[in-house]
């Protein structure tokens, strides 16, 4: 059984829009997540939490 990269490029860059970029910079978990939270198997974290999160780990220049 091969890996279905059709699919996931399919959803990755047809379904959410990315760039190609932004898509190959993508983990398997970060893909799995937002996966999940497309199809509504989780909920986005609140606006508290993500500020948190920011705050904790900011983005660097690039």
């Known amino acids: 059984m091969s890996f ?18 932004d898509f190959w910079r993508l983990s398997m978990l970060e893909i799995r997540a937002l ?3 497309v199809r509504g198997g ?7 939490i993500l ?4 705050r904790a780990f900011p983005d ?3």
């Not at 399919?10 to 970029?21: A, C």
């Not at 500020?51 to 920011?54: A, E, N, P, V």
């Open 42 to 48: 989780r909920q986005a974290p609140s606006r508290d």
């Open 51 to 54: 500020t948190t999160l920011m």
């Open 4 to 21: 279905p990269w059709d699919a996931l490029m399919h959803f990755g860059l047809g379904q959410l829009r990315l760039s190609s970029k």
């Open 35 to 37: 996966n999940q939270s």
């Open 60 to 62: 660097g220049e690039i």
